[in-house]
């Protein structure tokens, strides 16, 4: 009966210290099972072990392709960086650890992305009212792409909404978009545009990595009403002075610009103001002048003829009446008279 119990208690103690040192030596990796990198950044995946004084380690992936990273092993933590991140990285990566006879082995599974930047909204030309125009919201450098959404808001409201999943998956970044045609209205000006990007990177995760950009609405409308007020009058005489006062609706407000229609029919230009003040007006000033009122989006214009006339007049005799008129002072004022003679037959 004692051999009996020596035996069993031999038995035990080499199971127990075979137990101990299986407990001893182990390995873990980091991140666990699976990880996300993004293109462009960097990564690390860091073996180590416990219970192993000087353990050797070795790196390589499921389908033996190259590491693309570098390798750093000091005492009990080996550790593979990537940098960059780029498509050669996707892979499941395996680190092996040797504890004299005793190894072990750790997988992790890279998947990667791009995912950037915020996306862009473009537009077809100026947002006039009235007139149709094409919105378009892109995302640029985008992988996997068949994991990509794009939704388009005016306000609150969804205007559109688009999916990739049909797109061939393809090792490249690739820039997608979704196009709207809308027609600007006075009540979507300072409204808001929102661009929203989502990137469904892992399959098994419901809540995607996201994007948006936000613009504010500019909307124009072309200059029309455009009108010219003269003081004192279109008729002037040589030496007086004139103000032309010109107005234009329009957002956003019209410039003004004023000009002179010569001979033969160029437009001079004379002035980028509102207002045109001529003084000493000679009788070459005479002509049609003109006024347009212009921005982003269109220009519309109106017209005025001054008259300069000669002050100075020559007598004329109708039916024995002599009406004589003097100019007194050119540059001041008329002085008329009549002098009326009456001869007897």
């Keep these: 009966m004692p051999v009996k119990m020596v035996a069993i208690f031999g038995a035990s103690t080499v199971l127990w210290i075979l ?28 073996c180590s072990t416990t219970g192993c004084e000087s353990p050797s380690f070795s790196w390589r992936t499921q389908i033996d392709s190259p590491l693309n990273g570098k390798v750093k092993t000091e005492g009990a933590k080996s550790v593979l960086t990537m940098d960059p991140v780029s498509f050669e990285n996707e892979h499941s990566y395996l680190c092996t650890a040797t504890c004299n006879s005793g190894k072990l082995e750790r997988g992790i599974q890279v998947d ?3 995912f950037p930047k915020d996306p862009e909204i473009q537009f077809s030309g100026p947002l006039e009212v009235g007139k149709p125009v094409m919105v378009k919201c892109l995302a640029p450098d985008v992988y996997p792409i068949d994991r990509l959404e794009i939704e388009l808001f005016k306000g609150d409201r969804l205007m559109k909404k688009q999916d990739f999943v049909d797109e061939m998956a393809k090792k490249s970044l690739e820039t997608k978009s979704l196009e709207v045609i809308f ?12 661009c929203r990007a989502k990137l469904y990177i892992d399959q098994t995760d419901s809540i995607p990595k996201e994007r948006e950009t936000v613009r ?8 029309k009403n455009t009108e010219i007020s003269v003081h004192p009058s279109t008729r ?12 234009s609706e329009g957002l956003p407000a019209p410039e003004i610009f004023w000009s002179k229609k010569l001979d033969n029919g160029v437009l ?17 000033d005479s ?6 009122g212009v921005n982003l989006v269109g220009r519309d214009k109106t017209e005025v003829e001054l008259i300069v006339q000669d002050g100075r007049m020559k007598s004329q005799i109708t039916n024995g009446h002599q009406l004589t008129i003097h ?12 002098l009326c003679l009456y001869h007897a037959l």
């Design 19 to 46: 137990f101990a040192v299986s407990q001893a030596f182990k390995i873990e990796i980091s991140p666990e099972y699976k990880t996300l990198a993004q293109i462009g950044d960097s990564m690390l995946l860091t």
């Design 112 to 114: 990667i992305y791009s």
């Design 183 to 194: 027609t600007p209205v006075i009540e979507d000006i300072e409204k808001a545009l929102v």
């Design 216 to 223: 504010e609405l500019q909307v124009y409308t072309s200059p």
């Design 236 to 247: 002037l005489h040589e030496g007086a002075a004139v103000t032309m006062t010109c107005a």
């Design 268 to 284: 001079q230009l004379l002035s980028g103001n509102a207002t045109l003040t001529l003084i000493a007006m000679r009788m070459e």
């Design 287 to 292: 002509g049609i002048y003109v006024c347009e």
């Design 327 to 338: 100019l007194m002072s050119a540059k001041s004022f008329y002085f008329l008279y009549c």
